[in-house]
């Protein structure tokens, strides 16, 4: 597919590029060759130097030694406009769009406009950036405002802004991180064809799966360094996780998937739930001991039902159970009265504080029990101190101290702190979504770990989560919700992606139109 | 959503300065306004000797500091949970015209008159906390909204300075000395603010509120009833604007209408001088204390060099801009350390 292209291997040359700080070094001495025309994919645990070597590029960084070169002219470093000069784009996963401008005025936004009469002239200006989005497959009307897209949409505008400003090179961020299944194909589709117009592609994602099937080349980054680069097809996702932690990970199929007990009275049920028209009659049992997930594609309804059992909602029919008894919880403060906590999706909008010290963050709901004399408001600050301390040390939380503020530490361990939050809380349904998204494989492993242990010992664990491989790894039973119904239940070895997957889309062919 | 994965696109990506410089200008805008506070006293001390440097002075000082440290410590309550509170001043003036017009024209005995005038306070902050949390109006519109309300109620109440009638014991209240010959409102200002420190600090209702000014999204879903929280953040401003009006009022010998709306601006620059103080950007009661200081010693200052009474403004805007520009400036620091 990169017929098109020749000898173009050398087309961006990374040479000894070398970033510390503070001390640390946090890119060592980086080689990287990256050619027009192909899929390069960048992956590494968090704190690996993927974003150190992007931020370089991207002339945000100025490195401390090496030098990259582009089509054998020197990049000045330290320059955002020389790096956009040169042809380099970088989309962020956040999107960097404006709401309530129309999907040409994002993709205009900072480039030079045609004006008559001092006035914008949108239709001459937008000549480029109609090509560039005829090039993306953009199908839906320009004057389209952003606020009204969807994220794949969003995602196709932010690529057409990079080739309305002649980009050569593309970097992404976790393109797929909110997109659906069949929006991500349909985004890998676009990739391939950039590429094949000679656009080159750095993508960077913690998917493995998808960095294997898509790239053509791979580079593996651990602790600063390059510590592998392959090409496709010279490396199996084993091997590719092995270059990432250093060692080998555990299988689904090493694991024990544990057969709860049916026969005892749930931990946890719902009862025909319905909610508006995202949540229809749902109903399931959580037994004690088991992790039980709800898998499906993002729009399920799997996070609306979730904020039903928090009371972030209430639901329209149906009613909720806890140890045999009715619930009825009117907002999250009754939900974890009755010992029911959420784990939310959005860790730093939802769930961290971000200014505060990790035993804030972790000792936040469990005030009463950090009381210096019970009955009287006080806090103890030895005994706050104490249970953030052993909190930390039990869930092998990395952190300077438990004074140390939670906006230091990596995503992985700030996941870590707001599972610990409800370790003493009195929880008896824990409900987790999407517990590892933007977590390292590492991390993941000992998310997964602590989830685990916290449902062995008798905790109910709800575990909402899009990533199929987290299901097959974490999952003692699946259910799988589509369009707000449970179309499925898995469990012991039929929990396979192909079945999670299959279960997902079953029938699901009229929602390819919308996905697009 | 991941922030640690190529924050390549985030606002202000400047490349990070050298350690020493950063330490410099951390250091600086946490010690900033205290290093300033002190130079401001050396400087009067060194050129007014006599005047500044005596102890009349000084308590002159700390009790003018006194009412602005009450109402300015209950307008950080408000700010500390994420909300803001416009009518403070109002609510001073109109309590201060109340609590007079309670003794003068109702006959109410003075602690009467005064637990009616805090009660009143407190109520009015109730009212605004449930306007914002409840009805969910914008607090800047509900809190401006009540405040003006107020001042066209006070009027109606009594459209003249109520000053006849008033019991010798009342303004004694705020001229006495009971307490090491401090002046009685220094001495109820160093327990308010004890005490609303304490809460803010060591209680539970004081991390609660912390955790709903940090993110109020991870409070409610940790369990937090976030609305009972900002109420009674509201409910603490009133109350404290309410015994500044009080006290205002004791002073002054007089009932007055718009006689606390001054207050306003004098809490909040202070108020916004302190979040910049040992910390990044948050709002504590020490350093609303120390905003509240080095207005009262400006003020002091400038009036004992003579300066003309229209300097007084020029000095207090001027402050509130500096002192909301550094806490901008903090936190800007903070969120790239």
């Known amino acids: 597919m990169s017929a098109t292209v020749s000898a173009a291997d050398a087309w961006m040359r990374i040479r000894g590029l070398t970033k510390s700080f503070a001390g640390e070094l946090a890119l060592d001495r980086a080689d990287l060759d990256i050619a027009r025309g192909r899929v390069h994919g960048l992956v590494g645990a968090n704190g690996a130097g993927k974003s150190t070597l992007i931020r370089c590029l991207a002339g945000v960084t100025s490195p401390d030694q090496g030098s990259v070169t582009i089509a054998g002219d020197e990049l000045q470093m330290g320059s955002p406009q020389a790096s956009e000069r040169a042809g380099l784009a970088f989309i962020h996963q956040e999107l960097n769009l404006i709401p309530h401008f129309s999907a040409l005025q994002n993709m205009l936004l900072g480039a030079p406009k045609v004006t008559r009469f001092g006035m914008i002239d949108w239709k001459r200006s937008g000549v480029a950036a109609r090509a560039a989005a005829e090039r993306v497959g953009i199908r839906f009307p320009l004057d389209t405002k952003v606020s009204e897209l969807s994220v794949a949409q969003r995602w196709l505008v932010m690529i057409g802004k990079a080739l309305t400003r002649d980009a050569s090179m593309i970097a992404m961020d976790e393109p797929t991180a909110s997109l659906s299944e069949p929006e991500s194909e349909q985004l890998f589709a676009i990739i391939r064809d950039l590429a094949a117009q000679g656009v080159a592609i750095l993508y960077v994602s913690h998917r493995l799966e998808e960095v294997l099937q898509l790239c053509d080349r791979i580079t593996v980054l651990r602790d600063g360094r390059i510590v592998s680069e392959a090409k496709r097809g010279a490396l199996d996702k084993k091997g590719l996780v092995r270059a990432i932690i250093g060692h080998a990970i555990r299988t689904p199929d090493e694991r024990d998937r544990l057969a709860a007990d049916r026969s005892r009275q749930p931990v946890f049920s719902a009862r025909a739930i319905a909610w508006k028209r995202a949540v229809k009659d749902v109903s399931l049992d959580l037994y004690k001991g088991e992790v039980l997930a709800l898998g499906g594609l993002v729009g399920a309804g799997r996070t609306e039902f979730a904020h039903l059992v928090t009371g972030l909602a209430r639901p329209e029919a149906g009613h909720f159970e806890l140890d045999g008894k009715r619930l009825d919880v009117a907002n999250p403060s009754e939900a974890v009265r009755a010992g029911i906590a959420l784990v939310p999706e959005e860790r730093r909008s939802q769930g961290v504080m971000l200014q505060q010290s990790v035993a804030f963050n972790i000792n936040i709901s469990t005030l009463k029990l950090l009381r210096s004399v019970p009955g009287l408001p006080f806090l103890s600050d030895a005994k706050s101190r104490r249970q953030a301390e052993s909190l930390v040390a039990h869930l092998g939380i990395k952190t300077p101290g438990v004074t140390a503020k939670i906006a230091g530490l990596s995503g992985g361990n700030q996941q870590k702190a707001l599972i610990a939050r409800w370790l003493n809380a009195g929880t008896k349904l824990l409900i987790l979504d999407e517990p590892s998204r933007g977590v390292d494989v590492g991390a993941r492993e000992e998310i997964h770990d602590a989830i685990r242990a916290l449902a062995r010992s008798g905790v109910g664990i709800l575990v909402i989560s899009s990533d199929v491989e987290e299901l097959t790894l974490l999952a003692d039973r699946v259910l799988v919700m589509r369009e707000g119904r449970i179309t499925g239940e898995l469990t012991g070895a039929d929990i396979t992606e192909a079945r999670i997957i299959e279960l997902s889309y079953h029938d699901a062919q009229d929602d390819q139109g919308e996905a697009a | ?337």
């Open chain 2, 1 to 337: 959503m991941t922030a640690e994965t190529m924050p390549v696109a985030k606002e202000a990506p400047q490349p990070r300065k050298s350690s020493w410089k950063r330490t410099a200008l951390i250091g600086l805008s946490r010690y900033g306004t205290i290093i300033g506070l002190l130079l401001m006293v050396l400087f009067f001390s060194i050129n007014a000797p006599g005047v500044f440097l005596s102890r009349a002075n000084f308590l002159n000082i700390l009790s003018q500091a006194s009412l602005t440290a009450i109402i300015a410590s209950g307008l950080t309550y408000t700010l500390v949970v994420g909300e803001f509170d416009l009518s403070i001043g109002y609510v001073a003036s109109f309590v201060g015209l109340i609590v007079t017009g309670l003794m003068a024209y109702e006959g109410f005995p003075i602690w009467l008159s005064i637990l009616c005038a805090l009660a009143l306070g407190a109520g009015i902050g109730i009212l605004n906390g449930l306007l914002v949390t409840k009805v969910r109006i914008n607090a800047v519109i509900s809190t401006l909204g009540i405040g003006t309300m107020l001042t066209g109620i006070g009027f109606t109440y009594s459209a003249f300075p109520i000053a006849t009638g008033i019991p010798r014991a009342f303004t004694d209240i705020s001229l006495g000395r009971i307490v090491f010959g401090l002046p009685n409102p220094v001495i109820i200002m160093v327990v308010v603010l004890l005490a609303l420190w304490t809460v803010l600090n060591k209680t539970d209702i004081g991390q609660k509120m912390q955790a709903v000014g940090s993110n109020m999204e991870a409070a409610r879903l940790s369990g937090i009833r976030v609305d009972r929280i900002k109420i009674f953040a509201f409910a603490t401003a009133g109350f404290c604007a309410a015994l500044t009006g009080t006290l205002l009022s004791s002073l002054l010998g007089s009932g007055t209408l718009a006689a606390a709306d001054g207050y306003l601006l004098d809490a909040f620059a202070a108020v916004f001088l302190g979040s910049a103080t040992l910390r990044e950007g948050e709002f504590h009661i020490t350093g609303t204390l120390v905003g509240v200081l080095i207005l009262a010693v400006g003020f002091n200052g400038l009036s004992i060099f003579g300066a003309p009474t229209h300097f007084q403004p020029i000095f207090k805007g001027g402050i509130l801009v500096l002192a909301v520009g550094m806490s901008a400036l903090a936190r800007r620091y903070a969120a790239s350390a």
